[in-house]
């Protein structure tokens, strides 16, 4: 069973970059089975596919945040992040790490908060 | 309007079935999708039930009961989750999702209440 956890700063400035990590367990980030995806949930609203990376290292991003997005794999840690630049309040999100194939999302982290405000 | 339309909220009694609907954007045809639902409980994340295509071309997630059933109205452009013999537990949001213009879509949600 896989299992995921988000970490990173609950708070970013508008304009700063906002950075989180997924740690994973029960599984190899070096796995070919798994797409390493992160998804956000507006509060109250639905939900926003952000982009995928694969044990090659190869991304994916939905064109919307592409200009701002980097999703990267650190196997040394068996972890995955997300870099998004220049955020504003429109960013602020619940932002979920998730895994599975390229198209169904079946392990999920729990969700952290990021509150993009001064 | 928005690529992939669902209703706000649906009100069902227990035991009963209900059809949740996924309409694409006219100009988008459902024939041509796979479509992906999922259901989210609060405080949780959400959860992959199944995806529809065709009846030969279908999944349940592993898990997940047989009373959730995908399926497509085409003279509506639409996708349905189907649940039947509702029970409480079942109360929660489920979202469709497709892959469309390179980009995993998802719907607004319904919330269904079970009382």
């Known amino acids: 069973q896989v299992q995921l956890q988000e970490s990173g700063p609950g708070l970013v400035k508008p304009s700063q970059t906002l950075s989180l990590t997924c740690t994973v367990s029960g599984a190899s980030i070096n796995s070919d089975a798994y797409y390493w995806t992160w998804i956000r949930q507006h509060p109250g609203k639905g939900l926003e596919w952000i982009g995928y990376?694969?044990?090659?290292?190869?991304?994916y991003y939905n064109p919307s945040l592409k200009s701002r997005v980097t999703i990267s794999i650190d196997t040394s840690k068996n972890q995955f992040s997300l870099k998004l630049i220049s955020v504003t309040a429109a960013d602020t999100a619940v932002y979920y790490c998730a895994s599975g194939t390229v198209a169904t999302f079946d392990f999920w982290g729990q969700g952290t908060l990021v509150t993009v405000s001064s | 309007q928005a690529v992939l339309t669902q209703p706000s909220s649906l009100s069902v009694s227990p035991g009963a079935s209900a059809s949740l609907t996924c309409t694409l954007r006219s100009g988008i045809n459902v024939d041509t999708y796979r479509i992906y639902w999922y259901q989210q409980k609060p405080g949780s994340p959400p959860q992959y039930l199944l995806r529809y295509k065709s009846d030969s071309d279908k999944q349940r997630a592993s898990g997940v009961p047989s009373r959730f059933s995908g399926s497509k109205d085409a003279s509506a452009n639409a996708g349905i989750l189907f649940i039947s013999g509702l029970q409480s537990e079942d109360e929660s949001d489920y979202y469709c999702m497709i892959w469309h213009n390179s980009a995993w879509v998802f719907g607004g949600g319904t919330k269904l209440t079970v009382l």
């Open positions: 990376t694969y044990y090659s290292g190869g991304t």
